[in-house]
C-alpha cells in the first residue's frame, strides 16, 4: 500500500508516470477503471477546485466520491494519541480510519495548519496520523504541502514549455491582506527544484524563506537532477530572463500564529505584485497561480487576462492529475 502524503517520498520518474498518465486521461475523459472503488473526502477547510475535481475525477472514472466535513455534516475529530476527549471531538482518527478503510478504497484528507504553533504544524501530524491508522492508501488534499497542485502545475510547465530541465523558475512572494498557509509554496519549490528547473526563490525579506525542511529538500533536489536554487530579494534580477513566474502569498514563519506583527512586517511590499511591467523583464515567461487570487493584489487585470496566463489549465489540470493518481493508487486493489 502507498500513500500520497507529500512528493518528496515520490521519485522524479514515479512522478512523471503520473503526469503521463494524466495526459492520457486528459485525451479520453470517461472510462469504468475504478468502476465499484470510492474514495472519501475529508475536508476539514474550505475547497473549490479539490472537492469539485476529485469528485468529478472519481465520477469520470466510475468511482464514487464521498465528501464529508468533520465537525458540520460529520462527527468532529481528535488526531492526537493519549488525550481525553472531553472537547468538541466527538471520535478519534483511529475509529474513524478504521471505518472509512472497510467503506473505501482511498481516503483524502485537506487540513490546513493551525497557525499558532509552528514546531508542532510543521509536523503535519494530522495527516501523519491518518495515513497512521488508515488500511487504504491516503491522499493529501492540502497539509503543509499541496503535492496534487505540485503534479497539476508541472503537468502545465510539461503542456507549455516542454522538458523543464534548465528552464529558469521564479517562485515569487505576493503581499496579501492576511498571513497565509505556506503548503503550495512549498509545493511548487519541491516539484519544480525535482524535474531540473532553475529556481529562484524571490522574496521581500528573510522572514519569508521557507521552511528548512523544504529549503533543504529543494536543494538536495536542484543538486540531484542537474538544476540550480538561489534565493533573491531583487525584483529584477529575479525576473530577467524567467521562463515562468509562479506567484504565491504566505506568511513569515518567524511571527507564526502573530499576525498583529507579521502584518507591520508585510506592509511595506505590496510593490511585489506581479504586473505586466516586471513579465516584461522575462523570457516572454508563462505566469500562473494555483487559485483563488485576489486580482490586483496578487497579480494585475494585465496579467490574468494575458494570453501568458495558464492558471486556469492549472486549475484544469488538477482533475487530470488526481485521476491518474487515484488509478494509481485504488486502480488495482
Not at 480510519?97 to 509536523?123: E, H, M, N, T
Not at 496534487?148 to 502545475?153: D, P
Not at 486580482?295 to 490574468?304: L, Q, S, Y
Amino acid at each position: 500500500m502507498r500513500h500520497f502524503l507529500n512528493t518528496m517520498d515520490w521519485s522524479r520518474e514515479s512522478l512523471q508516470e503520473l503526469l503521463d498518465e494524466a495526459a492520457e486521461l486528459r485525451q479520453h475523459r470517461l472510462s469504468d477503471r475504478l468502476r465499484g472503488k470510492t474514495i472519501a473526502l475529508l475536508f476539514l477547510n474550505p475547497s473549490m477546485r479539490t472537492r469539485t475535481s476529485f469528485e468529478i475525477g472519481a465520477f469520470e472514472l466510475g468511482a464514487h466520491a464521498i465528501v464529508l466535513e468533520p465537525g458540520k455534516a460529520a462527527w468532529g475529530i481528535e488526531f492526537e494519541t493519549g488525550v481525553i476527549m472531553d472537547g468538541e471531538a466527538e471520535e478519534h482518527i483511529a475509529e474513524v480510519a478504521g471505518v472509512l478503510s472497510r467503506y473505501c478504497d482511498a481516503i483524502g484528507l485537506r487540513a490546513f495548519p493551525l497557525f499558532k504553533d509552528w514546531s508542532s504544524d510543521r509536523q503535519d501530524g494530522v495527516i501523519k496520523s491518518l495515513a497512521r491508522h488508515a488500511s487504504v492508501p491516503v491522499i493529501n488534499m492540502e497539509t503543509i504541502v499541496h503535492p496534487c497542485q505540485e503534479l497539476a502545475l508541472m503537468r502545465t510547465i510539461q503542456d507549455h514549455l516542454g522538458q523543464p530541465d534548465g528552464k529558469k523558475f521564479v517562485l515569487t512572494w505576493t503581499w496579501h491582506p492576511r498571513p497565509l498557509n505556506t503548503a503550495v509554496a512549498n509545493s511548487a519549490l519541491l516539484i519544480a527544484s525535482k524535474f531540473g528547473m532553475d529556481v529562484t526563490l524571490l522574496v521581500p525579506h528573510d522572514d519569508y524563506l521557507l521552511d528548512e525542511q523544504f529549503m533543504d529538500a529543494a536543494y538536495a533536489n536542484a543538486d540531484a537532477s542537474g538544476g540550480s536554487m538561489e534565493i533573491s530579494t531583487n525584483i529584477e534580477s529575479a525576473y530577467q530572463g524567467a521562463d515562468f513566474v509562479y506567484a504565491k502569498s504566505w506568511g513569515a514563519l518567524p511571527l507564526y500564529g502573530r499576525p498583529e506583527e507579521e502584518a507591520r512586517l508585510r506592509e511595506p511590499y505590496r510593490h511585489f505584485i506581479v504586473d505586466g511591467q516586471k513579465m516584461a523583464m522575462t523570457n516572454s515567461a508563462l505566469f500562473s497561480h494555483c487559485l483563488p487570487l485576489r486580482r490586483n493584489i496578487k497579480a494585475t487585470d494585465e496579467v490574468m487576462d494575458a494570453s501568458y496566463c495558464v492558471a486556469l489549465d492549472e486549475a484544469e489540470n488538477r482533475l487530470h492529475v488526481q485521476k491518474a493518481l487515484m488509478c494509481q493508487l485504488i486502480g488495482h486493489r
